[in-house]
């Protein structure tokens, strides 16, 4: 079992940045891919990133590729997402989840995911 929290949503203006964190409980954690997805209002839900069990790996959407990043901390038990130069249209719900079964890769289904957090709010105003 693995148990996800995030924080550090809020609102911020169009430009501005939030670090989103997913502190994760169990022991395996840090044998796990972990990724970041995000719900807007009447939308489905999307990948945004991902990052390998190692940190050596990460995958990105399109539209934040060199705007957010996802590293880890495994000795922490905590994977963040650094978002910069925020957008309007990046305001949703944001999740992190854990894919058991992945292997060795990257995934972004939302079906392929096991574990997720309760998520956490970001608004971005123009």
């Known amino acids: 079992q693995v148990r996800l929290v995030e924080s550090g949503g809020g609102l911020v203006q169009a430009g501005g940045s939030l670090r989103l964190s997913c502190a994760a409980s169990?022991?395996?954690?840090?044998?796990?891919?972990i990724a970041w997805f995000r719900q807007a209002p009447e939308k489905e839900r999307e990948f945004v990133a991902a990052i390998s069990w190692s940190g050596g790996r990460t995958i990105y959407r399109d539209s934040v590729k060199g705007r957010f990043t996802i590293p880890r901390d495994n000795a922490k038990n905590t994977v963040y997402l650094q978002m910069n130069s925020l957008k309007p249209e990046d305001t949703a719900v944001y999740y992190c989840a854990v894919d058991q079964f992945s292997g060795a890769r990257l995934r972004v289904g939302v079906k392929e995911y096991d574990y997720w957090g309760q998520g956490t709010q970001v608004t971005v105003s123009s």
């Open positions: 169990g022991r395996t954690f840090s044998t796990y891919p």
